[in-house]
């Protein structure tokens, strides 16, 4: 049975997160039903790297499709995205070593979220318009205290998985890097590492809005990361704008 490496996009506002649920629409069931038309096969295995909260948006999630089929990669694609909703695309498809696994073998993930500086009538759905003024220099100031090796309990449930759906060992989780990218109205924050918990990356970006507001002091990434804090789950920003915009794997470029 072929194994496929999938690369998908999709607009999340409309799903109740990526995993199959029952009783709820997700992307990843509407990817299993397309499989389902297009190779008329109910016997296959359809695993995402990882998975995104209700409401989140995915540039470049990846998952593997193991499925008895003789269409080949690219006829597959084109086949699964004549039978998905407008919202899911297949970007890529490509036929994967029976080893590669979307989840296990992914090395790093990077997410990207979107703050409006200013009322527009087609960003609301992809971004967390934000009123007040914001001191950009005070939050990138403030970001570089997430950068490292760091105890996210306070950005985090107890009881949370990280996004690759493994219930993590503790609540240690290495970020690479944080940039904060100002692009007219919009300003991006993009964030990588190795994982990330459940609503981690959207208190993170709630609390930096929070400095960057002046509701915060400038040191209070450190004073939460060090002490327990109920105040991020306060500051949770939301779903709209947020996506997962690449996932990593061995040799990839991580530029």
């Given at each position: ?24 629409r ?64 297949i970007?890529?498809?490509a036929q994967?070593?029976?080893r ?18 200013r ?96 509701e ?38 991580q530029d």
């Open positions: 049975m072929p194994r496929f490496k999938l690369t998908i996009e999709y607009a999340g506002m409309r799903y109740s997160g990526w995993q199959i649920q029952k009783n709820a997700t992307v990843q069931g509407e990817i299993d039903a397309a499989v389902r038309i297009v190779t008329g096969r109910k016997d296959f295995e359809l695993y995402g790297s990882g998975r995104t909260d209700a409401g989140v948006h995915a540039l470049g999630q990846v998952a593997h499709l193991d499925v008895s089929t003789n269409l080949p990669a690219e006829t597959l694609r084109l086949q699964l995205n004549e039978a998905l909703p407008a919202d899911i695309n970007l890529a498809a994967a070593p029976h590669f696994h979307a989840r296990h073998h992914a090395i790093a993930r990077r997410y990207l979220y979107q703050i409006a500086r009322r527009t009538a087609d960003d609301n759905a992809y971004a967390w318009w934000v009123r007040e003024p914001l001191d950009v220099e005070a939050m990138r100031d403030a970001a570089r205290a997430f950068v490292g090796m760091r105890d996210f309990r306070s950005f985090t449930a107890a009881d949370a998985r990280s996004d690759s759906g493994d219930a993590p060992p503790s609540t240690l989780v290495l970020v690479d890097r944080i940039e904060m990218i100002e692009e007219g109205n919009l300003l991006l924050v993009r964030i990588q590492g190795s994982h990330f918990l459940w609503k981690m990356v959207r208190r993170m970006v709630g609390v930096l809005v929070a400095i960057g507001r002046g915060l002091p400038a040191d209070a990434v450190r004073a939460l990361l060090t002490e327990g804090s109920a105040v991020p789950a306060r500051l949770t920003a939301p779903a709209s704008g947020l996506f997962l915009e690449r996932v990593f794997y061995e040799g990839d470029s």
